[in-house]
């Protein structure tokens, strides 16, 4: 008997489950619907970036409401993605697009469960990794960066300095952005700034509330090394959307990258959600992009790559042409490092007093700009002529330099220290090594001991002079 009872009770469930669901399509009245398309209206009249589009997009709905289309909808899900085509089928901007609310569930208020829904939220989080979703160097030595979204810069940043990093050697970069919906435009900027100048216009965001434009420049400054000469291709496919969108078109527009993959989604407008009633919201774009080249943006167009492939074919298209680039950069990267190297070594030939002191200074700092040789190489380069080709002047002169190229290592002042003193000029030498212990006592340097035995020779020595 029992067991009857509880068949009838799940029974009346089940029941009581459908006569629900039904009393909700029967609740989308028309009174309803109305409602809904009048608040829609004023909501985008008040805050959609384009008025007059939002005049033209109430027009066409209240004639579609007057004619009788939606009362084929008989729940929230399709009447909202119906309302979402229709205001779509006018204004053609992708961002703007009508949801039901998730139906609202009491959770328990248990230990177990806060602790349970933490552990997810933390998984989904790590998972995520604020859109840096794999980087690797690929064949030809091809940085290769897998990038999903544009998370805040608050987060981003140190996520972002730390791939680029990984990468910062390869001869040519591509990023994959195929899977990646947009986020934060100063997110964009950000690694916009990696691979061009500095100062240079790539984008502007107009409001409507306030008419404001808020104009977007490449930072002088990132987190790890610029890459702007090395060649650049990006991965665009059919989910590419928004922030992912600006940040090929400021590439492309700059001449800066090649776009290889699909025509990408076609959202320029950022905005926010709004509440239309108490089971649907609106997303409506209260602003546009504007880009300083074509004046204009990619809302309901896309990014239109400018090799077109299948998407299954995208990225080892990309990476065929990367290692092609990369091996024309490799070329370059010769060519200029002979040509700047062949004149240093003119200036290495023959001290002149009064004249030298400044003309290696200004080929190794050449030399040094262009990434040719780090502080060390400079370093060894002048105990070459030290020691090995007995130039002592022309050590100096290298030495020196290297101090004003690098004027905070501790390094460097050392070694010219010592080359001083080899020299006899003991008080230059003793200027130098209290350099060599200010700068390694400032930055923590674990060769500080040793700097300090150095000064404290060569103190010695003076001394001994007088």
């Given at each position: 008997m029992k067991t009857i009872i509880r068949i009838s009770i799940s029974g009346l469930l089940i029941l009581n489950y459908v006569f629900a669901v039904n009393a909700q399509e029967i609740n989308l009245t028309e009174e309803y619907k109305k409602n809904t398309i009048e608040t829609l209206c004023q909501l985008m009249n008040d805050l959609y970036v384009h008025a007059d589009v939002a005049q033209k997009t109430e027009i066409y709905l209240l004639k579609q409401f007057k004619e009788g289309y939606f009362d084929q909808f008989t729940n929230e899900e399709d009447f909202?993605?119906?309302?979402?085509?229709?205001?779509q089928h006018i204004n053609k901007d992708k961002h703007m697009r009508i949801w039901k609310k998730p139906p609202y569930e009491e959770q328990e208020n248990s230990p177990e469960r806060l602790i349970e829904e933490k552990i997810y939220n933390l998984y989904r989080y790590k998972e995520y990794n604020v859109g840096f979703?794999?980087?690797?160097v690929l064949d030809g030595n091809i940085g290769y960066l897998d990038l999903r979204g544009f998370a805040g810069l608050g987060e981003g940043k140190e996520v972002a300095d730390a791939y680029m990093k990984l990468i910062a050697n390869t001869d040519a970069v591509i990023i994959d952005l195929s899977k990646n919906g947009g986020g934060d435009p100063a997110t964009v900027q950000y690694l916009c700034s990696y691979f061009l100048e500095s100062n240079i216009h790539i984008n502007s965001l107009y409001f409507r509330e306030g008419d404001r434009t808020i104009d977007f420049h490449t930072l002088e400054e990132v987190g790890g090394k610029k890459m702007i000469d090395v060649p650049l291709f990006i991965i665009t496919g059919k989910e590419t959307f928004s922030g992912a969108e600006e940040f090929?078109?400021?590439?492309?527009?700059?001449?800066?990258?090649?776009?290889?993959?699909?025509?990408?989604?076609?959202?320029?407008?950022?905005?926010?959600?709004?509440?239309i009633n108490e089971n649907l919201?609106?997303?409506?774009?209260?602003?546009?992009?504007?880009?300083?080249?074509?004046?204009?943006?990619?809302?309901?167009?896309?990014?239109i790559p400018e090799i077109i492939v299948k998407e299954e074919e995208s990225l080892s298209k990309t990476h065929e042409l990367a290692k092609i680039a990369a091996d024309e950069y490799r070329t370059q990267i010769e060519k200029k490092y002979?040509?700047?190297?062949?004149?240093?070594?003119?200036?290495?030939?023959?001290y002149t007093k009064g004249q030298s002191e400044n003309e290696i200074l200004v080929a190794l700092q050449k030399v040094s700009d262009q990434g040719l040789l780090k502080e060390w190489e400079i370093n060894s380069l002048g105990y070459e002529y030290l020691m090995q080709y007995e130039k002592p002047n022309i050590a100096l002169c290298i030495f020196r330099a290297n101090t004003l190229i690098n004027p905070e290592s501790a390094n460097v002042y050392d070694s010219y220290a010592e080359a001083l003193m080899m020299q006899g000029k003991l008080k230059k030498s003793e200027k130098n090594y209290q350099k060599a212990v200010e700068f390694a006592s400032k930055y923590n340097d674990p060769n500080l001991p040793f700097f300090e035995e150095n000064l404290e020779k060569v103190t010695n020595l003076i001394k001994e002079k007088k």
């Open positions: 909202a993605a119906a309302l979402t085509t229709s205001v979703h794999g980087v690797e090929s078109y400021n590439m492309q527009t700059q001449k800066r990258a090649t776009l290889i993959g699909q025509t990408t989604r076609g959202g320029a407008n950022p905005g926010g959600t709004r509440d919201w609106v997303f409506i774009p209260t602003g546009m992009a504007i880009n300083p080249i074509t004046k204009t943006n990619w809302e309901g167009v896309g990014v002979t040509a700047t190297y062949t004149s240093l070594l003119a200036h290495l030939n023959v």
